[in-house]
């Protein structure tokens, strides 16, 4: 079965220190990864998705097969980062399976 | 924020009684989903709907039934509420319904006494 696995429940870090979110999954098919946020008093949105393999708001994630890993990262964090991030995988069964979520809270 | 509304947003409901949540949308998105995020298990998908009358369940089904008579809205039931179900519900629609991105809607903070 599949499932998705984010092993921190709280990460915290200092302004300026890099971040990295960890994220791992299993599933027997071709996986499709994403990352979501949730930010104080916001709705869940779409950060981004490893097919893109773009870098938004500085966050970057690769998608390691043979780690079965999608970690995200970030270089330099900033305070505005401080927020909830979930890793989700697309099961091909048109909905996606969470992780259990991480937040991030990076101090000044 | 996508044209995505939940009602109520925030309910207080005794054991044993029914509840409905309403997900409504004006995008015109084919797919709809519900979910409910709790501590510890973040979101898990309840059911998702790939059309009207076309509905199909998720993980965490059990108790809970939808409907979708119109492409706009999607309805969750809890015929008999327990404490189990106090939590936070969500909707997201999506376009395309595979590897597009889901939209949420702002939450329905449900609580069973």
């Known amino acids: 079965a599949q499932r998705v696995t984010q092993p921190e429940k709280l990460l915290s870090v200092f302004k300026g220190a890099p971040v990295e979110l960890k994220c791992n999954y299993s599933?027997?098919?071709?996986?499709?990864l994403f990352w979501y946020v949730q930010y104080s008093r916001q709705r869940l949105q779409l950060l981004l998705r490893h097919i893109s393999r773009e870098s938004i708001k500085g966050f970057t994630a690769d998608l390691n097969k043979g780690e079965t890993s999608f970690h995200l990262k970030k270089p330099f964090a900033q305070e505005e980062d401080s927020a909830m991030y979930y890793c989700a995988l697309y099961t091909g069964r048109r909905a996606l399976t969470f992780g259990s979520g991480t937040r991030l809270q990076v101090q000044p | 924020d996508a044209g995505i509304t939940q009602s109520p947003r925030h309910k207080v409901t005794e054991t044993g009684t029914p509840v409905t949540l309403r997900c409504h949308q004006t995008?015109?998105?084919?797919?709809m989903y519900w979910y409910r995020q709790d501590p510890g298990h973040g979101l898990r998908l309840i059911h998702y709907s790939y059309g009207v009358k076309d509905t199909d369940k998720g993980e965490v089904s059990d108790g809970y039934s939808v409907s979708r008579s119109k492409t706009e809205d999607f309805l969750l039931t809890l015929e008999s509420a327990t404490s189990s179900q106090t939590s936070v519900y969500f909707c997201?629609?999506?376009?395309?319904?595979?590897?597009?991105?889901?939209?949420f809607g702002p939450g329905t903070r449900l609580t069973v006494t």
């Open positions: 599933y027997s098919g071709s996986p499709e």
């Open positions: 997201a629609i999506s376009d395309r319904g595979d590897r597009s991105e889901q939209y």
């Open positions: 995008e015109n998105h084919r797919y």
